[in-house]
Each structure stands twice: as structure tokens, then as C-alpha cells.
């Protein structure tokens, strides 16, 4: 079949003969692709990569025991076209989408891999999948991934959506909705709360549409990027520029209701001075997370801007299957609103073409993008 394969380092090839993807558990099912979106991790993996990937090229995904040559993609939706003899919850022909993390409940598939069999860790015996000591992704060396016509996933991994109400291409941002989704539900959000979004990203402006999904009053979006802030600003944020301000953290605090800075800030950005804005910009008690991925650098802080009115900092990883259905029924009950959604989809592209007009693409033109979605079908109607 079809596919984009992951090589390493400024090496992805998209192939005509990539292996059919086979049922390996009873538990298992196989989806055709619809659309797949590329995603930040993909180029990271692609300009700084192996990160997710195995470092060493002749390494091993640590819960599946697979090597490279797998397909990316974690974005997608599509439609069931196979199931194993024990699948209870989908039938062939559901339209779904998929939570795509692995780690411990994903170690019954792979018998022969180092991990096999051991005990659950403590997050996930608790629920939190996020937080897994194994934590891996389909499409980023755990599995292959749906940057393909076809791919094989755990049952407990599948979610339906209802396409009437989720056309396909909205149901390839669920992915992206649910790490904002989390992120919010995380930070321990009230309807009618107030939140600072710093940077307008793709994640920022999901951050932004799950705030909304979650009832908020005032929505800001600090964004030095023209191009960006003006789609926070489409998406229903007041935005700010911080290349305009003499001093930034003062006057974002002052468009808090109230005037004393956010009850809630997110750092989508993840630059240090994103970083220590996003704990200067709170209120008393306020709650700062970060749903950025950083290299591996430090940041300079005082721990008084955090013990002086007693702030919180979290950080948060992807989602749990929870955050899934609850993205998908604020969708489907109007709480984000679809046509929001479709603004961040600035190109479709043919799975053919995903290297040059994808990947690269994303590279070249981060500003004009937010996210690009590929299709296996595209130009074979
Ligand atoms: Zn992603
Ligand atoms: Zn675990």
C-alpha cells in the first residue's frame, strides 16, 4: 500500500510498497484512512529527530520492539474495515477516530518485545494513560502510523464518531483538540473562567477552541506572529502583540477582568519568556500549564513569582481516551464550533505529495500554516 516512511534525520520517503498492515491480536482492528494531519511532533521528528523514534537507527520501540521504517502519521480518522474475534465495541463500516498514545495497555500485543507482560505502571493503574513510564505513539515508532491508506490499532484505542455530525476532515483535528482539551480539563477549568493563551500555534489555537468548548469568559492570545494572531482572533480570542508593548507581562495582566492578571494561563509557545510569562501573567491562585514540548534546556525563574499568591505551574502530556469522548460530544453539541474547527485546516494535500507539499511545506511556511491534512484517497476518485 501506500505510505510516508520515517528513515531519521531529514529522511522521510513516501513509498508504494509499504507491507499491508495485518490484524496481531483478536483485540484488533483495522481502519482505512481518511485524513491525516501532520502534526509539530512530525517535524520535530523530521528537523531534530529521532525523538520519538528509536535514536539509535538499529534501536527499538521499547514497547513493541519495531524498528524504523514504520509510517507516521497520529492524526486521523476513517472507517473500521476489518475486526478481530474479540472486538466487542466496533463493528466494519463504524466511522472512528483514534486516541493513538501507547504503553501499558498496549504490551499484551507484542509477545516477543523486552516489556511484554510486566506489570502496569503506577499512572496507568490510576487511568492516566498520559502519564504511562512507557509512553509511545502510533505513528512515532510504536506502530505504523496512518500517513497510509490502512492501519491496525487496539480496540480500546477506537472512538466513534458520528459522521453526519463529524465530516471526516474535522475528525483528523480531534487528535489536536483532545491534548487542548486535556490541557484545560487539567488545569481545573470553571465555565466562565478567564485563560491566556501564549502563542497561536496549532496547539495555541486548539488551546483557544477547547476554552470555548469548556464555557470561558475572556479569552487572550498574546502572538508576536501577524498571520497567527489574526487567526486567534477569527477563532474568537482578543489578542495581543508583544513586539507593541514596552512592558508585556503588565499589560497582558491589565486585560484580565479585574485587571490582575489571568486565572488561567497556557504556554504553547514554550520559549523561556513564554515560560515565565505565562506564571507572571496569573492572578492569586491562578494556574499556569505547559502544553509545550521543550528540548532539553532550563529556564530562569524566581520561586517567589510562584509563592507570592500561591500560583500553580503544571505541565501536561497528550490525553487519555476520556478526553476523546469529551472533545467529540462539545463538537457534536455545538460547544466548539465546527466551522472554527474547518479555519484551521489551511491545506489538503495528496498522501503522494506529503514530503514536498506536507512536511516540507510545514517547514518553509510555518506562519501561513496551521495544519495540513493528507489523504490517501485524494486524486484516485
Ligand atoms: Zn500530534
Ligand atoms: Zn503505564
Redesign the pocket.
Known sequence: MKGLLYYGNRDMRYSNNVPEPELIDARDVKIEVEWC?I????LHEYLDGPIFFPHDPNGKNHVSDFGYHLCLG??YSGTVTEIGSKVSTLKVGDTVVVETTGGCNDRYRYPNAPNFGTKKCTACRNGKTNACKYLTFQGLGLSSGALAERVVVGEHHVVKIDNSKIPFDIGALI??LA?AWHAVSHSGFKKGSNALVLGAGPIGLAVVLALQGHGAGTIVCSEPADIRRDQAGTLGAQTFNPMDSKDSIEDLRAMAPGGEGFEHTFDASGVPSTFTSSIQCLGPHGVAVNIAIWGHKPVDIYPMDITLQEKNVTGVMCYTRKDFEETISAIENGLIDIEKIRKMITGKVRLEDSVEKGILELVNNKEKNVKILVSPKMGNV
Open positions: 494531519g502534526c509539530g511532533s512530525d497520529h492524526e487528535e489536536p491534548v
